[in-house]
């Protein structure tokens, strides 16, 4: 055996025994959501990763044990990982805490399992990994929201400074109304939750404010959740994102592009300068802040068109969302930040070139492959 094939052994080994981890963390985390009366009754099992492509993960009373697939493991990203994972669990607590042996496998008792740890009861056989249910064909064909605006977001790569900038004020609006359209329909909506950037174990001022940004004007909501970080074999923290799954794909999207964008500018920025990592939270406050003021403007001539209802229903938001939200995180909290100091010269040239800033098409949205284990 050469030594690039040990070492990538290794590698695969080591990786697979944090991966294992991981799984026991995220268990225990997730297995907090039961009663107490229930966990009593739940057993610590055993966790493997099994060499399969016909499913995506196994739960066996017998041997205690929560098999997932190795092949989905290594190719989606974590958030998938662990929606599998709270699937598993759902068999495991219908088996241990309800002896459900007379039921079918998607039973009563799976059901309500699935409830309590706010898992998809989606029966193995269709079951859709989480971000595949974000592809363009797997939403809906009358619905051609997401094209349009992607049109439009091409048209904002112009080198035309004002053309660009109307095509993507045109999406926005485009993105508002469909909004509006859509609560004032007052029909049942479907929801999913996401994982936008990587767990980590500190977050930066400037991703708590894009967080905010996100969830002001696309129509999602965020929320700080834990996490295991596979680096650091911890847990940490991630933003989960929640709306329907055209939001959902469109904020994944203004996520990345935002913090790439942030990135390039600040390399251009600091080339000279020499500045240290606490002035990148500076010069990224004062972006984020420019173009939260671009959009503010936007969104106060747009609400000028809307009659009554629709300024009520902005008012209100969307109350679906809210209730989804309260189901799915039943107890949160608030997250409390102290003043730190600011280079205020950082931050004023952020602000300008933040008021710069156009989304256009150009990356790839976090609903695509970003969290991979195997890049």
Known sequence: MNTKKK?????????????????????????????PAWRTYLTFPLFRLMETNSRLGS????????????????????????????????????????????EPPHGASFQTACKMLRADPAYSGSYVPLHER????????????????KKLLALAESSNQHEAESAMLKAHNLIEKYNIDLMAERQKRNYISVFVGKPALRRRREEYMLDRLLQDFYFVYGIWVSSYVIEKERMGRVLEISGTPHNVKIASYV???????????????NKEKKLNRYRKTDFALGVLSGFRSKLKTQQAENHKSRNASEKALVLAGDVQLNNYVDFKYPRRGSIRRGSAYQDENVLNDGVQIGKKMVIHKGVHSSGGDSGKLIQ
């Open 7 to 35: 070492n990538n052994d290794y590698h695969m080994q080591e990786l697979e025994r944090r991966i294992l981890y991981g799984l026991s963390c995220e268990w225990r985390n997730a297995a907090a959501d039961f009663p």
């Open 134 to 149: 974000l592809d363009e064909k797997n939403l809906s064909e009358e619905d051609k929201i997401l094209k349009r605006i």
């Open 255 to 269: 996520y990345d592009f935002v913090t790439h964008f942030i990135d390039a500018e600040w390399l251009r920025y």
């Open 59 to 102: 739960w066996s009373h017998f041997r205690n044990e929560i098999s997932l697939s190795r092949e989905f493991v290594m190719n989606y990203p974590w958030d998938s990982v662990c929606d599998v994972l709270k699937h598993e669990m759902a068999h495991q607590a219908a088996s241990q805490v309800f002896n459900a042996w007379n």
